[in-house]
Each structure stands twice: as structure tokens, then as C-alpha cells.
């Protein structure tokens, strides 16, 4: 039977555009056709993997439909701006799969008379946030992006980075929960994305925010925007911009420079920033890591530091299976260092890590020794002090000296991923022998880096504790949630626990044990306290840190 003229018509357009895919957009996965409505019409290319539905079932859908509902207002904006100018920038898009997955893709759109076509390149899942971050980009992901607009050297800038702060009632409404405040925040993303270079818009915090544009974006445009979508919510705002220019001698100087603006314009809602250009921000960015790594060495020249610890649980029973030492700062040192983990990666940076680990594992013995016999303690040792060979003499001395009368049962350590190992011939003799003594071995935030799995097939490991975030994702991440759970079962296979952080409400709890996951750390089992909240502490003679 002779086709329909229809039918073959159709062909004849599939085949065209299956040929201009392949000719004119090889750097494409997907070519859709559309019409004024901004439904599909013709689809072609790797449509499976992009939106996890077949190329029939496309015909007819809204393109905005297929978006995560976070996106759908950035993408109409940015679609009645196509109509408007005839085409759009590419901009990065977030695609929902009908079981849940998500596809991160590069979107640009060209207009031809009646003809729409969207053109769609799929990016590595490293590109893209987690869903809660509204289709914004991570901080490393942002500065990257950055950098590479930096313009050449001697060559005029093309692109700024502008930082917009915004009052914080708005962030603080939007925390607790009010449907209006989070609709214009989702708005105000929206806005920034559609005015950004490829939607390069990251979340300083509540209520700042930091996007990338050309030169030629008027800024007066933007505010007014924000301020129609604001109504009762917006009573004044900050924008600061400063050019990405290519002044700065190395990367390095690069990403200081932008840490350091973005980290300042944030802390003080941007009244405070009158910094111009980037070598400005190098040059304070410099001044400050000099002060903070004379401050780092001092705390831990000085001993100035003290623990609190955080249960462990086996979440079938409740039962404690052992605490984690956690280490804090004094109240005095707040105003230098946001938190325990910068103050750890400086340490390293500076060379004293070895032995801030090694008052830590001291203060631990220490501990042990004056608790019941049933208490056992995990604490946290850096990569860049297990690779190293002066750490693991001193370290056994300790445990020779300072741990006699403590069975090596109830002593674990954790090893963090602050400082990445990269050599690991040393290491794995140094955790075997480690292991060998007893010891157990934990893996910190597996999933938060890129050693992950190579740590778990070289150390001899007992625990292994998933990333907080990590979990969290997998609650709404069908990905994730089967990634954590294949976790779990090859743990098991391999004879370690696993461990959920974060599990701060009872549906935490279940949601982990449904994963098959043995044990959880969190508020829901008790916060970080002092060892003494949680068992008895036999008293020493010491003198009292401060």
C-alpha cells in the first residue's frame, strides 16, 4: 500500500532532520522542531537519554513540560525571549525522566520564519546541582565557568561577574516556608538565569546571589525585572560587578580572587564590598590567608581547640555502636573561620595537619582511657597525614605510649577527603599494619569525592560512612537512590558497614534502613556534646582548655 502523502511527508521531514542533526549540529544530541506554541513537532537524535521517553511520545508534548518544575520558569522566560529576538543563547537545562532521573543539557534555540528549532547537547551529571539548588550551579562549577570567560591577555574583558543582594527578611522567609517568598525567589532565579552567560547562576546565600553576563548587559534591566516580580518583598537591593578580566597571572590567582569577592560581598549583604576589580580582590584575598594561616598554626601551636562527640547507631536496634570525636573552635576565633572544616584544609595547606591529628588521636587515648570499657571512638585523620611516614611513626608512639590499657577495638579512624591521596603505596601499608593491630578502619563522606571507590578497594575498611548530602539526594534522585543502594549491598559484600549522615527526622530513619543501610549518624540520635552528655568521664588532673 502506497503511503499517504502525509505520512511520507513526515518521513521526508524526520530524515531531514535526523541529516541536519548529523551535519549541521555534530555537537548536538538532540534536535527538536517546534511551533509557535512551543510544542514538538519533529524530534530526532538521542531523545531517550535526554528525556527517558521514546521519539513518538514527544510529538505534541509542551517543551516546558519536560523540564524538572524548578526550571519551568526560567525556561518559559527564556523561550518568550526567543520569540522576541529571534533566537537564545545556550543555556543549561535540567530534563525530567518519567521514573525520576534527571538530564542536565546545554539548550539553544534558532527561529527561521515559522520554524523553531532547539538545538540540545547532554553534559556530564558533575555539571549540574542537586535538584534543591533551583537549577543553580555549585560554587567550584560557577568560578570555573569563570574562569574560562576571563578574557585574553591584552585583550578588553567581554563578560563581568555581578553579585545582587537582596534583603534578608526575603531569605528568611523563604526558610520557613512562605508560598509567596519562595515564589519570587524562584522568580528572581529565573531572572538571573535568563540575563546570565549560559545560566551561570550560583546561590552565595540567602538572599545573594552571583551571576556571569556579558558586558553588554544592561544591569538597570535586570533590577527592574526583579523588582516587578518582587511586590511586598523587596525593599532595596545591591549590585556589584566586576570585570573578568585577564590581568591575573595564573588560575590559582584566579579562583583566590573570585573566592575572595564572592565570600565578602555574601558576609555582608553587599554593603560593605568597595573592591573594583579582581587584582583588588587578590591582593585582600592574600592579606587574609596570611592572617588565618598565622591564626591556624597558632590554635594548634597553643592546643586551642576541644572535642565533643556524636553517636553511631545500628538503626534496625538503636543500639550505639560508637561515637564520633568531632573537634570545635572557641567562640574567640568565629570572626576568622566560618568553620571547623576550613580551619582543617588550612592546616593542610600549611603543612601542620600531622600534628593537629596527632593531638587529636592523643585527646582520644585520653578519653578512652577514662570511659567504660563499652565506649568506643572514631576520629577523623587527613589524607596528608596518612601519607605521610613521619605521621605513622609518631602515630604508633602514641598508641604505644598513650594507649596501653585501651583495646584497639574501641579506637577507629576515620579517614577524611579534605586532601585527597594520590600516592598510595605508603598509605595502604600504613592502614594495613593499622588494621592488622586491631584497629578499624572508617571511609568519611563517601560519595563527596573523586578517591572514593579507589579507597574502598585498597584500605581494609570497616565502616563506610555515605556523604550527607549524598543521602539527601538520594531522596529525591531515583539515580542517587540506586547508587546508595548498590552501595549498601556491595558493602555488605565486602564486609564493611555502611553509615547514613544526616538523619535528623524518623523518616530519615527509614528511608535508610529501606536502602538496606546498617547505621546512622545525626540529629535524630543525639547532637555533637561533650563526651561527658553521653557516658561517664572518669576526672584528670589537667589544665582546662580553653
Known amino acids: 500500500m502506497t503511503p499517504t502523502r502525509t505520512a511520507a511527508s513526515r518521513d521526508s521531514a524526520d530524515r531531514k532532520?535526523?541529516?541536519?542533526?548529523?551535519?549541521?549540529?555534530?555537537?548536538?544530541?538532540?534536535?527538536?522542531?517546534?511551533?509557535?506554541?512551543?510544542?514538538?513537532?519533529?524530534?530526532?537524535?538521542?531523545?531517550?537519554?535526554?528525556?527517558?521517553?521514546?521519539?513518538?511520545?514527544?510529538?505534541?508534548?509542551?517543551?516546558?513540560?519536560?523540564?524538572?518544575?524548578?526550571?519551568?520558569?526560567?525556561?518559559?522566560?527564556?523561550?518568550?525571549?526567543?520569540?522576541?529576538?529571534?533566537?537564545?543563547?545556550?543555556?543549561?537545562?535540567?530534563?525530567l525522566h518519567p521514573d525520576g532521573n534527571i538530564a542536565t543539557a546545554i539548550l539553544s534555540v534558532r527561529i527561521q520564519t515559522e520554524t523553531r528549532m532547539a538545538t540540545i547537547a547532554l553534559v556530564s551529571r558533575s555539571f549540574s546541582t542537586s535538584s534543591p539548588s533551583g537549577g543553580l550551579a555549585s560554587r567550584s562549577v560557577f568560578t570555573g565557568q569563570a574562569r574560562a570567560l576571563a578574557g585574553q591577555p591584552g585583550h578588553a574583558p567581554t563578560?563581568?561577574?555581578?553579585?545582587?543582594?537582596?534583603?534578608?527578611?526575603?531569605?528568611?522567609?523563604?526558610?520557613?516556608?512562605?508560598?509567596?517568598?519562595?515564589?519570587?525567589?524562584?522568580?528572581?532565579?529565573?531572572?538571573?538565569?535568563?540575563?546570565?552567560?549560559?545560566?551561570?547562576?550560583?546561590?552565595?546565600?540567602?538572599?545573594?546571589?552571583?551571576?556571569?553576563?556579558?558586558?553588554?548587559?544592561?544591569?538597570?534591566?535586570?533590577?527592574?525585572?526583579?523588582r516587578g516580580a518582587a511586590g511586598q518583598f523587596l525593599a532595596a537591593m545591591r549590585i556589584t560587578t566586576l570585570p573578568l578580566d585577564s590581568s591575573l597571572q595564573s588560575d590559582e590567582d584566579m579562583v583566590s580572587a573570585l573566592g575572595y569577592a564572592l565570600d565578602k560581598f555574601s558576609e555582608g549583604g553587599g554593603e560593605d564590598f568597595s573592591l573594583s576589580c579582581l587584582p583588588q580582590c587578590l591582593a585582600a584575598a592574600t592579606y587574609r590567608d596570611t592572617e588565618i594561616a598565622s591564626i591556624c598554626r597558632q590554635i594548634i601551636e597553643s592546643n586551642s581547640f576541644f572535642q565533643v562527640v556524636q553517636p553511631v547507631v545500628l538503626l534496625r536496634t538503636g543500639q550505639i555502636m560508637h561515637y564520633e570525636l568531632l573537634t570545635r573552635l572557641p567562640e574567640e576565633y568565629?570572626?576568622?573561620?566560618?568553620?571547623?572544616?576550613?580551619?582543617?584544609?588550612?592546616?593542610?595547606?600549611?603543612?601542620?595537619?600531622?600534628?593537629?591529628?596527632?593531638?587529636n588521636v592523643s585527646s582520644?587515648?585520653?578519653?578512652?582511657?577514662?570511659?567504660?570499657?563499652?565506649?568506643?571512638?572514631?576520629?577523623?585523620?587527613?589524607?596528608?597525614?596518612?601519607?605521610?611516614?613521619?605521621?605513622?611513626?609518631?602515630?604508633?608512639?602514641?598508641?604505644?605510649?598513650?594507649?596501653?590499657?585501651?583495646?584497639?577495638?574501641?579506637?577507629?579512624?576515620?579517614?577524611?577527603?579534605?586532601?585527597?591521596?594520590?600516592?598510595?603505596?605508603?598509605?595502604?601499608?600504613?592502614?594495613?599494619?593499622?588494621s592488622a593491630r586491631g584497629y578499624r578502619i572508617c571511609l568519611d563522606d563517601f560519595g563527596a569525592g573523586a578517591?572514593?571507590?579507589?579507597?574502598?578497594?585498597?584500605?581494609?575498611?570497616?565502616?563506610?560512612?555515605?556523604?550527607?548530602?549524598?543521602?539527601?539526594?538520594?531522596?529525591?534522585?531515583?539515580?542517587?537512590?540506586?547508587?546508595?543502594?548498590?552501595?549498601?549491598?556491595?558493602?555488605?559484600?565486602?564486609?564493611?558497614?555502611?553509615?547514613?549522615?544526616?538523619?535528623?527526622?524518623?523518616?530519615?530513619?527509614?528511608?535508610?534502613?529501606?536502602?538496606?543501610?546498617?547505621?546512622?549518624?545525626?540529629?535524630?540520635?543525639g547532637k555533637p556534646q561533650f563526651p561527658e552528655y553521653f557516658f561517664p568521664v572518669a576526672p584528670k588532673t589537667r589544665q582546662r582548655m580553653r
Request: glycine share 8%; aromatic share 8%.
Open 159 to 226: 563578560h563581568d561577574m555581578a553579585m545582587i543582594a537582596l534583603p534578608s527578611i526575603v531569605g528568611r522567609a523563604a526558610m520557613e516556608g512562605s508560598p509567596e517568598s519562595q515564589a519570587f525567589l524562584t522568580n528572581v532565579k529565573a531572572i538571573l538565569r535568563r540575563h546570565s552567560e549560559g545560566g551561570c547562576v550560583t546561590m552565595l546565600s540567602d538572599g545573594c546571589f552571583a551571576f556571569l553576563h556579558p558586558r553588554a548587559e544592561d544591569m538597570r534591566r535586570v533590577e527592574k525585572e526583579i
Open 451 to 525: 578517591m572514593s571507590f579507589e579507597y574502598l578497594r585498597r584500605f581494609p575498611v570497616s565502616y563506610l560512612k555515605i556523604d550527607g548530602l549524598f543521602f539527601r539526594s538520594a531522596m529525591n534522585n531515583a539515580r542517587d537512590r540506586n547508587l546508595v543502594r548498590s552501595l549498601a549491598r556491595t558493602s555488605f559484600d565486602l564486609g564493611c558497614r555502611t553509615v547514613a549522615e544526616m538523619i535528623e527526622k524518623d523518616s530519615d530513619d527509614t528511608f535508610a534502613r529501606n536502602l538496606g543501610i546498617d547505621c546512622g549518624q545525626g540529629w535524630l540520635f
Open 364 to 434: 582520644t587515648l585520653d578519653i578512652l582511657s577514662r570511659s567504660p570499657e563499652n565506649v568506643k571512638i572514631a576520629m577523623n585523620i587527613s589524607g596528608r597525614s596518612v601519607e605521610s611516614e613521619e605521621f605513622a611513626d609518631q602515630f604508633f608512639a602514641l598508641l604505644d605510649e598513650r594507649g596501653r590499657g585501651v583495646s584497639p577495638a574501641r579506637f577507629l579512624i576515620e579517614i577524611t577527603e579534605t586532601q585527597q591521596i594520590t600516592q598510595f603505596d605508603h598509605p595502604t601499608r600504613f592502614l594495613q599494619k593499622v
Open 17 to 95: 532532520l535526523e541529516k541536519l542533526r548529523l551535519l549541521a549540529f555534530t555537537a548536538a544530541d538532540v534536535l527538536l522542531e517546534l511551533d509557535r506554541s512551543w510544542n514538538i513537532i519533529h524530534c530526532g537524535g538521542d531523545v531517550g537519554r535526554l528525556t527517558g521517553q521514546s521519539g513518538s511520545t514527544l510529538n505534541g508534548q509542551s517543551l516546558e513540560v519536560l523540564v524538572v518544575p524548578a526550571d519551568r520558569s526560567f525556561l518559559r522566560g527564556y523561550l518568550d525571549n526567543c520569540a522576541a529576538t529571534g533566537m537564545g543563547q545556550r543555556v543549561v537545562v535540567r530534563f
Open 334 to 359: 568565629s570572626d576568622h573561620l566560618s568553620n571547623i572544616g576550613e580551619f582543617v584544609q588550612i592546616a593542610e595547606q600549611i603543612g601542620m595537619i600531622s600534628s593537629f591529628d596527632l593531638l
